[in-house]
Each structure stands twice: as C-alpha cells, then as structure tokens.
C-alpha cells in the first residue's frame, strides 16, 4: 500500500513540475498581469489533476472523463515537445537582445560634456537616470514579443498535430502487406496467409463499431488464419463483453486464435480467457496447435504477456510449454503480445514471431522511448535469429491520436524460399 501511494505521489510531482513548466513559458513569461498570471495558475492545477483522475476515472466507470483528459494529455504531450525544440533558438536570441542592450548602454548613460553650474548645465544625476531607463524599456518588450510568438508557435503546432492525429486514430485501420520467407516451409504452403490484428483497445472511447468495422475487414481478405495478438480490451466483461462479440464472426480457413496482452491482466484475465474462448476465438495460453494444410504442416503456437504473473489462466509466459518437444523440421510461428518476448523464444528456434504492443510508438517522438524497451517497434526485424513482425495495432491507448503510426490491419503471407 505505501509503494502505491509512493507511486502516486511521484507521478503527480512529475506532472506538477511539466504543468509548472507549462505555465512558466505559456503564462508567467507572456504576460505581465497578475491577474493573468494568477489565472493560468488555476488552470494549471486543474488541469494537473485533470490527468491522474481521468486514468483512475477511466477504470471505475468515469468514461465521460476520457474526452477532455487524454486531449488534453495529447496536447499537453506536443506542447512541451515544442517548447523544447524552442530552448535552444530562444536562449540564443535573450543572449542577443542583452548583449545589445549591454553594448547600448554606455551610449546612453554618458551625458554631453558640459561645464558644471555653466548656465542651462543639466543635473548629472537626473540626466543619468532618464538615460538609464531608455534602452531597458525596449529590452523587456523585445523579450515578451519573443516569448508571445514562441508560445503562439508551440499552440498551434500542438493543436494542428493532435488535430491531425484524432482524425488518423479514429479513421479506419489501413490494410499492409507483407511477405515474410521461412527457410522450413514446405513449397506446397507457400503462400499461407495471416490476418493479423493486435492493441483493438476497446474501452472509453472504442466500441462495437469499432469491433465490426475490423471484423468486416479482416473477413474481406479471405485468409488462412487470423490472429489477434492481445490488448483487445481496457474493461471488464460486463462493461465491454457485447462490444468484443462480433469477433466470433471472424472468418477463416484454419481457424481465429488469440494470445493476451498486458491489459487483460487490467482487466480480469480469467473471465476473458473465458469470453474470448465463448466468443469462437481459439486462446493460445502457452500451448501450441497443429495447422494441418493440404500443403504440410505448420506449428502455430502462443504465449502469455511477459508482464503476466498468477496461476491457472493468469499464469505467466512458458516457452517451454508452448515450444518444447516439437518437431524441429517442421516451421513455427509463435503469437506473443510484446516484441520482447523474441528474445526468449529464439532460444527454441521460433522461425517468426508476430507481436503488437507498441502502437508503432503512437506518438511521435514517443517510438524513440518504446525502442529502449523493446527490440522491433514497428513492422519486420529480427532477434537472435527469430524474425519479429510486429504490427501497429488497430486502436490506441490513452489519447486517441495516432502520430507517425496508423491503426494497422496486417497480412502476412509466409513464402517458401
């Protein structure tokens, strides 16, 4: 319990500290007024709780909160991004601006030779003191014109690109293909196709429709198998079994299978790995099945999330399980939730791995920070040997802006080499 207030207390300082940033470049050093100064410090308290209530809202039920929270997350996200880029320009040009202003200075503190009580002689002091206020009063302008504009820069940058990223998020998914050689398939399969989905992400802000309209698109492209590679929920049954069941209306000639993600472990595990299972969706809890075709076999195996932890349906990832003691001749393509998972699954000669997880990083600049946790972010890669396809996933997490990534639907055609 302490760890979690710990936890707690060190995100909302951290989130305190990026609005105070926040408020210091977008308010204090815009603005002389108090007034004004007073109220972005308002705004930013609020909208600082703003972002923890709406991840502990979004879990109990509060799903009016999930609009204005993860816009506001977006923005909040693009707006110190631009801010940042700017560190560099706007500390260049206040070096300028004082560097004029010091260079100024002598010019205009120095007064006119003049003989001391010689008729009409100024009075040196007064005259020191007009000059010492002139240049000054164009310095402080010049730098609130310069703070104004880079705040105004970073506004609209930050509006336009989270603009541009609801409308891709929320678009339908784009369909790629990609064609993927195994050394070990028999000539007669080449050509097996895949339909593969991962991250659906239904919750707050995604529903059936978004259910069917992935469902309708998979079932166009009349594959072999499909495969949904976890994080399909952000809910319990109850709140989102009705929106999951369309996916019993998946179409193929071998068969749907399905692995967990790291947020059905959010979500209640156990009576997902049942839904799911009810639903028509063969799951893949470390076990592996025979893909018998009329051109050979293929070993189609699957993996808990590396994140798992319990016993029975909640039991962690078993490579073992899934892997061992199968006919090495034969390919295998083993579904796990995380890329990572690659890097134990090479140690049993996986052939390839399709995973989903990272979004394709979502948001850019964000896939750099998913590239330190992971081995492949996005599309084909290959670790120790296994190659790793990962696919973007077809919804989102959190704010729904999608960023240098779309919502992807893949189909992987494996080729005989």
């Given at each position: ?10 995100v ?56 204005p ?5 977006a ?12 560190e ?37 002091p ?21 703070a ?21 998020a ?23 196709r ?34 949904v ?5 952000d ?15 998946l ?30 969706l063969?799951v ?70 399709l ?63």
């Amino acid at each position: 319990m302490l760890a979690v207030v710990a936890l707690v207390g060190f995100v909302l300082v951290v989130i305190g500290l990026l609005h105070l940033y926040l408020w210091k470049r977008l308010v204090r050093d815009t603005t002389a007024s108090r007034r004004l100064r007073r109220a972005g410090a308002v705004a930013a308290v609020l909208l600082t709780l703003l972002v923890p209530a709406t991840m502990a809202g979004t879990q109990n039920g509060l799903y009016w909160l999930a609009w204005p929270g993860y816009i506001w997350l977006a923005l909040m996200f693009y707006l110190l991004v631009a801010l940042l880029v700017l560190e560099v320009p706007m500390l260049v040009a206040r070096l300028v601006l004082r560097r004029r202003a010091v260079a100024a200075e002598p010019a205009a503190v120095v007064p006119a030779p003049v003989l001391v009580g010689a008729p009409g002689a100024a009075d040196p002091p007064a005259v020191a003191a007009v000059a010492a206020v002139d240049e000054p009063d164009h310095d402080p302008s010049r730098r609130l014109l310069l703070a104004r504009g880079a705040a105004i820069f970073a506004g609209l940058t930050a509006t336009g690109i989270v603009g541009y990223g609801v409308r891709n998020a929320l678009g339908p998914p784009r369909l790629d293909r990609v064609q993927i050689p195994l050394a070990k398939l028999p000539r007669r399969m080449d050509g097996l196709r895949i339909a593969t989905v991962a991250d659906i992400h239904l919750g707050p802000l995604r529903g059936r429709a978004h259910t069917e309209r992935i469902v309708a698109m998979i079932n166009r492209l009349d594959a072999d198998l499909v495969a949904v590679v976890g994080d399909l929920v952000d809910g319990s049954v109850a709140e989102l079994g009705e929106a999951a069941s369309p996916l019993g209306d998946l179409r193929s000639r071998y068969g749907s299978f399905f692995v967990t993600g790291n947020h059905e472990y959010y979500s209640g595990v156990e009576e997902w790995v049942r839904e799911v299972d009810r639903i028509g969706l063969r799951v893949l809890q470390n076990v592996r099945q025979e893909i018998r075709t009329p051109g050979g076999v293929l070993d189609l195996a699957g993996v808990n999330d590396v994140t798992a932890a319990g016993t029975g349906l909640a039991a962690p990832a078993d490579y073992a399980a899934a892997l061992g003691g199968r006919d090495p001749s034969r390919p295998v393509v083993l579904l796990a939730h995380q890329p990572v998972a690659a890097v134990e699954a090479a140690r049993f000669g996986v052939d390839l791995q399709l995973s989903g997880h990272t979004h394709g990083g979502q948001m850019v600049p964000f896939n750099l920070a998913v590239r330190l946790e992971q081995p492949v972010v996005s599309g084909l890669g290959e670790v120790d040997g296994t190659k790793v396809y990962v696919t973007n996933g077809a919804g989102f997490w959190g704010p729904p802006v999608r960023v240098g990534a779309n919502p992807q639907v893949t189909l992987v055609e494996l080729r005989a080499p």
